[in-house]
């Protein structure tokens, strides 16, 4: 609990200071942390040191000019964060603020003592603060680590040769010395132990981005995998479909050619056999096809070839197509409507096999009745209700949903009675027509399958 | 009598169409690849060019294109066949000449009107 408490604080703080560091510093960790000690330091820093000049005037130890400029010289760390917020200007800033910092400590040595000083300790803080603040390369840590000790040998240079510093009791400064290295004490204290948390922090960070870096590479070598897999699959089906086609089309070429000398011979029992024969060989090509098609789509090796084209003139040859698949006693009737545009751009072919698939696999579901289709024009698209209709009238839902052979497809051909291809191969095929098929309810509480496919216009131009 | 000439590697689809284009009153020759079909082109002098596009070492389009650029062969249509509906097959047997394209297995009555259709005088 204390943990979670000590992480909330740490972290509303860490909030606080990052109010007033730029955005474009903040994306970079080690410069952010920089930022944030320099946030620290500034925001936390003017309450400790001012604790000194206030406790002189309050004390009646000194209250001439030498406190004021004292004072604000302290005051002034204040003005840091509200700048460097307006002008991003972090390394110019961190540079006066060190000389800032010098000025103060010498000048309260100056003031108050010399090298007797009880403000000298203070000294210590400049080279903690210019490594603090600074990158450990660079010209202008160079240039201020230098400038420091030169300033400091100059001050006790000048302390070494008699320089005539202003008078101070220093009997009375002895509390005053004190309170000073307690504040220095507190300081360093609150300094390094914000450094070592967020140090942590961004260990931590670091180890988490390497983590999802790992994490991001082991899911893209598996995606190249699997999409390798899925490529030499459609390869190989591919290659499948070739070799079983090659006999299959002497099978129906042959049987298709005897059924012919059959008719013309009217051997009507030796017609009839032939026809069964031509007609496994047509279906088993047909599936072949279909099983090519799936394996086609799931590896992304067939493209879109897009045409603006009639829907009507369109609708007659799919339904030609569509009526010989559909076994009797059932039968297709279509109605359309055209409120809408009659024309579409889509691929037509794509889209005539969702709609053949589509019809095969719902007039496959059940043994009777009719499929009754209401195909209706809307602007941007090209709507269809597709109703089951039993022999008494009555409207029959076909369960039509990917889950449906995500989870069960093993299982589709046998309990969905053959239709499980056809509805899968519609499902892919109105997908790659950025389309959709949904099982619905009609606005007379029919229940329906609804097939939509999109003028695709606004695919093609955002994909250009 | 119109002559047919089908260049197809597969032994069964060959007599299997030779019959049947024969039943319906064609004279049909064959070659087994592409060199004996641009041969046999120039030789027999076809009326139309039945060419499988899967022949092996040289496939059914650089014969068509051998066909054409032969002066003496170049007017002699020729329809690709095909075992897929491809539309970039399509596309490349247009590309290459062919004056039309059918899909195996081979609809006799929509190949007989394509037929017909390209060997109008």
Known sequence: ????????????????????????????????????????????????????????VVMNICRDNRVTVFFFSILLFWAYPFVLRKTGRYQLLAFLSVQNLIFCVLWACYAFGGTQSPFLPWI??????????????GWVRNVLLAQIFGSVAAFLTLDATGYPFPHIDLDGMQTIGM????????????????????????????????????????????????????????????????????????????????LEEAHEEENDEMAKDLGYVHKAGSDLLRLIDDILDYSRI??????????????????????AKVEPLVKAPRSVSIREYQPGENWLLTDWSAAESTFRHLLAGIA?????????VEVIHVNGALLMNIHDVGPAGEARAVPVSQEMFEHDGDASSSKYGGTGIELALALKFAAMLKGSIEAIVTTDGRPATQL????????LKKAA | MKTILIVEDNEMNRDMLTRRLERKGYAVVSAVDGPQGIELAASAMPDIVLMDVALGEMDGWEATTAIHANPATAHIPVIALTAHALESDRQKSIEVGCVD?????????????????????
């Open chain 1, 1 to 56: 609990m204390n943990g979670t408490a000590d992480r909330q604080r740490s972290f509303s703080l860490s909030r606080f200071l990052d109010y007033f560091i730029p955005a474009e510093i903040q994306v970079r960790p080690e410069a952010h942390l920089r930022a944030r000690m320099f946030m620290l330091s500034h925001v936390f820093g003017p309450i400790l040191g001012n604790t000194l000049p206030l406790y002189m």
């Open chain 1, 124 to 137: 210590l803080i400049f080279p903690l603060l210019a490594f603090l603040y600074l990158p450990p390369v």
């Open chain 1, 179 to 258: 309170i000073s290295m307690g504040s220095v004490a507190l300081y360093f204290a609150m300094m390094s132990l914000y450094f070592a948390k967020m140090f942590q922090e961004q260990r931590e960070f670091t180890r988490e981005i390497n983590s999802l870096v790992s994490t991001s590479d082991n899911l893209r070598n598996l995606t190249t995998a699997a999409n390798q897999a899925s490529a030499a699959k459609a390869d190989f089906v591919a290659g499948m479909s070739h070799e079983l086609r090659t006999p299959l089309n002497a099978i129906i070429g042959y049987s298709q050619m005897l």
């Open chain 1, 298 to 319: 799931e590896a992304g090796k067939m493209p879109l070839n897009p045409a603006r084209d009639c829907i009507t003139k369109n609708l007659e040859a799919w339904v």
């Open chain 1, 364 to 372: 496959g579901y059940h043994n009777d009745g009719t499929v009754e």
């Open chain 1, 452 to 459: 939509i496919l999109p003028d695709l216009s606004n695919q």
């Open chain 2, 101 to 121: 394209f059918e899909t195996k297995p081979i609809a006799l009555p929509q190949l007989l009107e394509k037929i017909e259709q390209h060997t109008q005088h």
